[in-house]
């Protein structure tokens, strides 16, 4: 059952003028702690954009926090109504309980509260899939965000989080997808979990390797595509290399000795879906 099938209890709204309010306090847990969000299954994600994506997606909300000019706003206030008939608590706060919020000097007018939705390496269907990006220990949260916009941009059919990685919900991740988090499926797997779905993938598994023999404009990819990317500092490791049917590279003409990891990810999705593509 979805989101948006679920039976929902209609929520409320709340006016809060306290920098000491427990619910801010938890907000500010949620932004600045990995662990508070992982305990408690929730993320903070800061503007209207995201809100409405959210929304628009079927996300479930906890609360979502309106600034004196969202007040005003026709489209934050359908976006709090949405809300709140999913049983979201709308708080009414000033613009300095924002700011205490999200630890910042200008905040966004509108802040949200989410659950997070995460998927484990069994709801992986490569039935019908186009594309699933395997990021490799990946360790920054823009990058991270860059690539899920990305993979939103082509039509990719989700992003795999193998081994230690940053954390998607992260505010500086969530950020950097401009609301295609809400788009794109995330999957959580292990080294050993990518490997074994790896040796039974149906279609072109593919990583990208400094010693990699075959131009990345060459390959035939057949869809259902696994891209494996390596981690920004070590690149992938042999074993996980050796999970790839064919390993590609990006050829480089300047003196730099690599790309930004959202960079050659960005420019092997694009080859991988090019025939796919039209303007």
Not at 59 to 78: F, M
Not at 93 to 120: F, W
Request: net charge neutral.
């Amino acid at each position: 059952m979805s989101q948006t099938d679920k039976p929902q209890r209609a929520g409320a709204v709340k006016q809060i003028t306290s920098h000491s309010n427990p619910i801010v306090k938890e907000i500010k847990g949620l932004v600045a702690q990995r662990k508070h969000r992982t305990q408690s299954g929730l993320f903070v994600a800061e503007g209207l954009k995201l809100a409405t994506d959210a929304m628009a997606a079927g996300w479930g909300v906890r609360y979502l926090a309106l600034g004196p000019e969202a007040r005003d706003n026709p489209v934050a206030q359908k976006a709090a109504a949405n809300a709140k008939a999913r049983g979201a608590l709308i708080l009414e706060v000033s613009t300095a309980v924002l700011a205490a919020m999200t630890r910042k000097d200008n905040p966004q007018t509108v802040v949200g509260v989410y659950e997070q939705q995460i998927l484990s390496a069994q709801d992986i269907d490569p039935s019908g899939a186009t594309v699933w990006i395997a990021l490799d220990r990946v360790r920054d949260p823009g990058n991270l965000g860059t690539i899920i916009r990305t993979a939103d941009a082509v039509g990719a059919s989700g992003v795999m989080l193998v081994g230690d990685c940053t954390d998607p919900f992260a505010v500086e991740a969530v950020r950097a997808t401009m609301g295609s988090l809400f788009h794109v499926p995330l999957a959580k797997l292990t080294k050993d979990q990518f490997k074994a779905l790896a040796g039974k993938w149906p279609g072109t598994v593919v990583g990208t390797h400094l010693k990699g023999s075959v131009d990345y404009r060459t390959p035939d990819y057949s869809e259902p595509v696994l891209l494996l990317m390596g981690n920004e500092q070590q690149g992938l490791e042999d074993d996980m290399a050796a999970a790839c049917s064919t390993l590609t590279r990006i050829p480089q003409v300047g003196e730099a000795d690599s790309l930004n990891l959202a960079v050659a990810t960005g420019i092997s999705l694009y080859e991988i879906r090019r025939k796919h593509l039209e303007l």
